[in-house]
């Protein structure tokens, strides 16, 4: 099994930062591949960005040139990031982080989740 804790949410005023950090342990020789979702209320679960074994990066449309998402594989526990910038009211969700295995460069939801991490950014 593969545990994934998020820490790094809160609320922030609009235009402000905030990094996310979801720190994985466990059996983390059964992922490769890292990830976020966010949800908001009264919507649908949505991909906010990845990162694969190929250290290829993924973003929503609606969060590219704001957040970055970046991994450290020699840190114990293995860790990603989610730096976000220049954070909007639609921004706010609970933010959740993903772990699988992937090959290369392609990305797919793994079965591995966090509890979430509320970001709420206030207008």
């Known amino acids: 099994q593969v545990q994934l804790v998020e820490s790094g949410g809160g609320l922030v005023q609009a235009g402000g930062s905030l990094r996310l950090s979801c720190a994985a342990s466990?059996?983390?020789?059964?992922?490769?591949?890292m990830g976020w979702y966010r949800q908001a209320p009264g919507k649908q679960r949505e991909l906010v960005a990845a990162?694969?074994?190929?250290?290829?990066?993924?973003?929503a449309d609606s969060v590219k040139g704001r957040f970055t998402i970046s991994r450290d594989n020699a840190k114990n526990p293995m860790t990603v990031y989610l730096q976000m910038n220049s954070l909007k009211p639609d921004d706010t969700a609970v933010y959740y982080c993903?772990?699988?295995?992937?090959?290369?460069?392609?990305?797919?939801?793994?079965?591995?989740w966090g509890q979430g991490t509320q970001v709420t950014v206030s207008s």
């Open positions: 993903n772990a699988g295995a992937s090959s290369g460069s392609t990305w797919s939801e793994g079965p591995f």
């Open positions: 466990g059996s983390i020789f059964r992922i490769n591949a």
């Open positions: 990162i694969t074994s190929g250290r290829t990066t993924n973003y």
